[in-house]
């Protein structure tokens, strides 16, 4: 029986991914999800490609006594990867006392289980809108944080001070945040990838879903900032290879090769690619044109973002390996399975 490793939001995007490559190292995975974005279906597909069906529990973590009640049942987990989130900034600022609570109750609720249950290993997802927009590029994980650009940025700067100020005092606590960049793509199975609900915020789900023809045109927010294009420039990485990130962020506090009990990492490329770049690339790599038009900004972007990933190299250990290129070819392979297109 593997080492019990606990994943909130494990039927999400980036969740489902991790929990595959948890599996294919050993891990015995439990899942907690509130399925607010995301189907149980994916529980599915997660063991169609494992072959091994993880342990899911249906809740919010808002439950306290809910998720007291979990750990009294499954007494084995020795770590913790918190994905369990809202995360559209458009809706955040829209709902901010929704994300607010959602977001921060939730880890304070995890937090005080951890202590409870005597749970020493935590992954947090943390994000680059941490670093608002740096006045220098690319961002190290000392490069200053700033004011968020929305309330769910907010909410993700705000943990991280909960952290902080939590590990100081728990000493048996040992936190790894990630701060992600752009994920995007999908399993090359093509059975678990992003699903957003209703129209897409996001730049590459748009692009499928456009290129599949349920979207009419892409509207590219704007191509008059100071990049070469005239586009945002932004570190999109291959989700897999931001899940492989996490396996090794568990290994590195299990086995207590922390170097301090509250460490951060940028998980990037290191590699600033413009939407103009990425709709490009996707086409050269699917065949398929996207139909496209240039309108104005979108309030909150910021300019320009992309990682140092200096530390994740040589201190984390962990590197991306996928190709833009590759990558934008498994979300299209994903939409047109999502679509039962050839
Ligand atoms: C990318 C670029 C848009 C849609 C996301 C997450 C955030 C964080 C970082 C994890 C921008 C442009 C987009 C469209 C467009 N991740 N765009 N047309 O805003 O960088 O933030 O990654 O925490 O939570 O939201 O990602 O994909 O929305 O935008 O032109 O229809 O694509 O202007 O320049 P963003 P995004």
Redesign the pocket.
């Known amino acids: 029986m593997g080492r019990q490793v606990l994943v909130t939001g494990g039927t999400g995007y980036i969740g489902s991914h991790t929990v595959v490559e948890l599996q294919a190292v050993g891990f015995d995975v439990v899942i907690i999800d509130d399925l607010s974005n995301s189907s149980a279906d994916v529980v599915d597909n997660i063991e169609k490609i494992s072959g091994i069906r993880p342990a899911f529990e249906e809740f919010n973590l808002l439950d306290l006594a809910k998720l007291e009640a979990f750990f009294e049942k499954y007494s084995r987990i020795e770590a913790i990867i918190h994905f369990a989130a809202f ?1 559209a ?1 458009g809706e955040s600022v829209a709902k901010p006392l929704s994300y607010y609570r959602n977001n921060l109750v939730s880890l304070m609720n995890i937090l005080d289980c951890m202590s409870k249950y005597k749970i020493s290993n935590l992954v947090f997802s943390s ?3 941490v670093y608002g927009q740096p006045d220098q590029l690319p961002v190290t994980e000392n490069t200053p944080k700033k004011d968020a650009e929305s309330p ?1 940025g907010n909410t ?1 700067a705000i943990s991280e001070e909960i952290l902080r100020d939590v590990v100081k005092v728990n000493n048996a606590l040992k936190v790894i945040a990630l701060r ?4 995007i793509g999908a399993h090359p199975t093509s059975l678990i990838g992003e699903l957003p609900r209703g129209v897409p ?4 789900p ?1 692009i499928t879903q456009t290129a599949a023809g349920i979207r009419q045109q ?5 191509n008059d900032y100071n990049t070469e294009d005239g ?2 420039i ?1 570190d999109y990485i291959n989700v897999v290879d931001l899940a492989k990130a996490h396996v090794i962020a568990i290994d590195r506090l299990i086995n207590n090769t922390n170097d301090d009990r509250h460490e951060f990492f940028n998980v990037g490329t290191g590699y600033g690619a413009s ?1 103009l770049e990425i709709v490009n690339t996707f086409e050269e790599a699917t065949g398929v044109k996207v139909n496209y038009k240039i309108v104005d900004r ?1 309030p909150g ?1 910021v300019e320009k973002i992309y990682a140092d990933t200096t530390i994740a190299n040589t201190v984390l250990g962990w590197k991306a390996e996928t190709s833009l290129s590759d990558t934008l070819l498994s979300a299209w392979n994903w939409e047109k399975r999502l679509r039962n297109i050839g």
Do not use: A, H, I, Q
């Open positions: 995360k900034v994000s680059c809108t769910y993700k992600y960049f752009n994920p915020n996001n730049l590459v748009f892409l509207s590219v927010f704007g586009s945002c932004r939407v979108r972007d």
